[in-house]
């Protein structure tokens, strides 16, 4: 089974407005952290948000924001007023508490493009 | 303050040659991961090493690949004997200790096999 699911291949959205990158994850370890990477065309990963299964309050970054419903097992990564720049593959993560090695499980990645 | 170094940004190799790609984490840290990207696809574990050990190299293929993080100097990907499906990109990561430690990325190596 997929670990994470990424199921929007690619996203258009204008500029100035905020879109929804989607990502669900399946674990049956309580503990376990998800992140968010920025992979623009000239290909280093960025890291822009984490978000742990205890947390409390949603994850907050500058214009990154994460809508974590843990029932639901999602972690949508929220971008307000999109700017040009954000046009990249974004990739959903998460880390296990029982993997010692605190490897990351990605998913396979949305393409967004910003429109002027 | 310099992030993930990672070297050579581009390496090309014939099918049959070795490839090492090189790896300095951030400073003070000490975990070390290794991942591939194939094209339009998310990264993939290949190993994860502190200072002169490998924790978990469940990732890695069984033959041709090897990967050290010594006491001194950088962390080391070599694969030895290259084939064309070797063709990829090689990111190296590192972070502090706990699970609520991002993973910072380098700039990848590409590798191409002719």
């Known amino acids: 089974a997929q670990k994470i699911t990424q199921t929007q291949p690619g996203m258009f959205v204008q500029e100035k407005e905020a879109v929804t990158l989607d990502c669900t994850y399946d674990?049956?370890?309580?503990?376990?952290?998800l992140f968010w990477y920025k992979q623009p065309s000239s290909g280093e990963m960025i890291f822009l948000i984490y978000?742990?299964?205890?947390?409390?309050q949603n994850a907050t970054e500058g214009r990154y924001s994460l809508n974590f419903q843990k029932a639901r097992k999602s972690a949508n990564l929220v971008i307000s007023a999109s700017q040009l720049g954000d046009s990249a593959m974004y990739f959903c993560?998460?880390?296990?508490?029982?993997?010692?090695?605190?490897?990351?499980?990605f998913g396979s990645g949305t393409r967004l493009l910003v429109r002027p | 303050n310099a992030g993930v170094m990672q070297n050579p940004r581009h390496l090309v190799r014939r099918r049959g040659q070795e490839a090492r790609l090189r790896c300095s984490p951030m400073?003070?840290?000490?975990?070390v991961y290794w991942y591939r990207q194939l094209p339009e696809e998310g990264l993939k574990f290949m190993v994860y090493?502190?200072?002169?050990?490998?924790?978990?190299e469940s990732g890695m293929p069984k033959e041709r690949f090897s990967a050290e993080f010594p006491k001194e100097g950088p962390s080391i990907l070599r694969i030895q004997q290259v084939v064309r499906g070797d063709s990829a990109a090689y990111f190296c990561?590192?972070?502090?200790?706990?699970?609520?430690?991002?993973?910072?990325f380098g700039d990848g190596t590409r590798l191409s096999i002719l």
């Open positions: 993560a998460m880390r296990e508490g029982k993997d010692s090695s605190y490897k990351l499980i």
């Open positions: 978000q742990g299964s205890y947390d409390q």
């Open positions: 990561a590192s972070s502090l200790e706990g699970i609520n430690q991002p993973q910072h």
């Open positions: 090493l502190q200072k002169e050990n490998i924790i978990d």
């Open positions: 674990t049956s370890d309580p503990s376990y952290g």
């Open positions: 400073k003070g840290h000490s975990h």
